[in-house]
Structure formats: C-alpha cells, structure tokens
Nanobody, 126 residues
Framework: QLQLAESGGGLVQPGGSLRLSCAASGFSWDYYTIGWFRQAPGKEREGVSCITSTGYTNYRVSVKGRFTISRDNAKNTVYLEMNSLKPEDTAVYSC????????????????????WGQGTQVTVSS
C-alpha cells in the first residue's frame, strides 16, 4: 500500500517560516517525482513546487525565492521549506507522487500524479 503523509503545518505570522515534510511508506520513491500542491478555500488546487528523481526542481512564480524543495531518499521524505510567508500562502498543502517522467511544464497539473497525501493546513495570519 503506497501512502504519503504530510506534517509540519500550523499557524505562523506573516514573514515567518515553516517546514513541511512528506513521508512515503510502502514503496521506495527514488524514481518518483514528488510535487507539493495547495488549495485555499474556494480556489482550485495549484502546484507549488516539484522535485524529480534526479533533483531537478520547479516552483510556481509566486513562491520562487521563498520556498525550497528538497528530498532525502534514504528517509523517503521530501521537504518544503517555506520562508517569508504571506497571508496568501494560507491553504491546505498536499504532497503527491508520480512514478513516470513528466513533460516538464506539466509538473503543476494535479491530474499527472498518482498518489496523494491527506494534506496539512498552513495558516499565515497575525
């Protein structure tokens, strides 16, 4: 059974930082692309960042320079370091995995991913 579990969400003030973790169980994801997505109330799910099996990364424009994605294959874990958080970053953040190569520009499409975690809430508010 392939499972993903996110952790690290919470309430933070604007300008603060959080580190999200996505841990996999049931499989070795050395060859998987892992994506982070978020969904705010009343909005569609959107791609935030992804990291391929070779460590190539992508970011949506609004988080470039503030968020950093990384992976530790020995721990089957992917991290999303989020700095300089803004109220508009408030959302449920979910990680997802896909075991086949993606056309690079399609990394931010949720339908490209096969496995999903339950999500973790991130709230940025003073």
């Amino acid at each position: 059974q392939l499972q993903l579990a996110e952790s690290g969400g919470g309430l933070v003030q604007p300008g603060g930082s959080l580190r999200l973790s996505c841990a996999a169980s049931g499989f070795s994801w050395d060859y998987y692309t892992i994506g982070w997505f978020r969904q705010a109330p009343g909005k569609e799910r959107e791609g935030v960042s992804c990291i391929t099996s070779t460590g190539y990364t992508n970011y949506r424009v609004s988080v470039k320079g503030r968020f950093t994605i990384s992976r530790d294959n020995a721990k089957n874990t992917v991290y999303l370091e989020m700095n300089s958080l803004k109220p508009e970053d408030t959302a449920v953040y979910s990680c997802a995995a896909v075991g086949r190569p993606l056309v690079p520009w399609r990394w931010m499409f949720p339908q490209e991913y096969d496995y999903w975690g339950q999500g973790t809430q991130v709230t940025v508010s003073s």
